[in-house]
Nanobody
């Protein structure tokens, strides 16, 4: 299992932007892996947000974020990014990245890691 570390979260006002990073640990090359972003808000089940395939040529988005979020791979930095624009209060959650990218009817499926999820990165959208 690839080792991944999330960062880039924070507090932002509605309409603001954040860029999340999903970095692979030494010894892992992200161009060998499909990567998924999912999130979990308090009291809710995990929700698939976006994913990108192994080659980085295809992407999928949840209906709630399509047109606002963009996922991309930077193989030189061994990092997957999630650019989040026009943030809304309902985007508030802990965001995690994990290995895998599966879509159903054009929407990404949640890929929660086996064992520990790690700490994720907190995104809070509030006035």
């Amino acid at each position: 299992q690839v080792q991944l570390v999330e960062s880039g979260g924070g507090l932002v006002q509605p309409g603001g932007s954040l860029r999340l990073s999903c970095a692979a640990a030494s010894g892992f090359t992200l161009d060998n892996y499909a990567i998924n972003w999912f999130r979990q808000a308090p009291g809710k089940e995990p929700e698939g947000v976006s994913c990108i395939n192994q080659r980085g040529e295809n992407t999928w988005y949840a209906d709630s974020v399509r047109g606002r979020f963009t996922i991309a791979k930077d193989n030189a930095k061994n990092t997957v990014y999630l650019q989040m624009n026009q943030l809304k209060p309902e985007d508030t959650a802990v965001y995690y990245c994990s290995e895998g990218c599966t879509s159903v009817n054009g929407r990404p499926t949640v890929h929660t890691p086996f064992g520990s999820w790690g700490q994720g990165t907190q995104v809070t959208v509030s006035s």
